[in-house]
């Protein structure tokens, strides 16, 4: 069995630096990079793409809303037309920076709130990953597992990656427990292994409640901005190899 592991990335700003991404590259085989809304600048955009080229690490754009003191996990209301711009500035950004590095951005993931709301309502991931496709129609689009974000993305045609999160817990209708109740984050890495190898041996989500929701499963992800993410990837790629189960960049 074959999987791709991502981190979400490139999230300091300045001199205020939020994770360690030279250290998690060696873990992971796709980061998803900041585009200067909910995080990110174009230093840190530029530093942390040439890193993950010179590490063969897939590089994607990571769009957020622009609320870099909520970091992108507070809710905006915003119309169709909003989003889609929201999201083509970025991905133009990213694509502009990869280009000077050398690089190139192959896929796009949304981020916080917005990825949130796109789970839940598929006019709201039309209209990102509508806008995106129409920047780069070869973009893989990364989007949470037996949600309406990843039936709008299927609709619309594209390569889609389908993502579960390692570290973080599922409702009984796939979508993510919010990170306000307890248990919404998982810390132990070796419990948060089991659980992935498990969902992935059973091609279905495994859920607070108990169900067990069939789907597809691309990439597993896991956060960047906390100390223990290296640790977390290290003690999970040694999980998932123990179990047969190889790291490969998603196609």
């Not at 659980?195 to 059973?202: C, E, F, K, S, W």
């Amino acid at each position: 069995m074959k999987i791709d592991m991502n981190a979400d990335m490139g999230e300091s700003f300045g001199p205020w630096r939020m994770g360690n991404d030279q250290a998690l590259l060696d873990h992971v085989t796709s980061a998803n990079i900041a585009c200067g809304f909910h995080a990110g600048d174009p230093d840190v955009m530029a530093r942390t793409m040439r890193m993950a080229a010179q590490n063969g690490v897939g590089i994607g754009a990571h769009p957020g809303f622009h609320d870099l003191q909520g970091f992108g996990r507070r809710r905006m209301r915003l119309s169709s037309d909003e989003m889609g711009n929201m999201v083509a500035y970025q991905l133009g950004a990213a694509r502009g920076i990869a280009a000077a590095a050398g690089a190139q951005v192959r896929h796009l993931k949304l981020h916080g709130a917005l990825s949130n709301m796109a789970s839940e309502d598929a006019g709201i991931a039309r209209a990102c990953f509508d806008a995106a496709l129409r920047v780069d129609p070869d973009l893989i689009l990364v989007a949470l597992a037996g949600t309406a974000m990843e039936a709008a993305a299927r609709d619309l045609g594209a390569r889609v990656a389908a993502e579960i999160f390692a570290d973080r817990a599922y409702e009984d209708d796939a979508s993510l427990v919010d990170r306000s109740k307890p248990g919404a984050v998982l810390h132990d890495p070796v419990a948060a292994a089991e659980r992935v190898i498990a969902m992935l041996r059973d091609k279905a989500i495994h859920s607070i409640g108990g169900k067990r929701i069939p789907c597809r499963i691309d990439t597993v992800c896991i956060h960047g901005d906390g100390p223990e993410a290296v640790p977390f990837a290290r003690q999970l790629r040694r999980e998932l190899a123990a179990a047969d189960i190889q790291l490969r960049m998603f196609d």
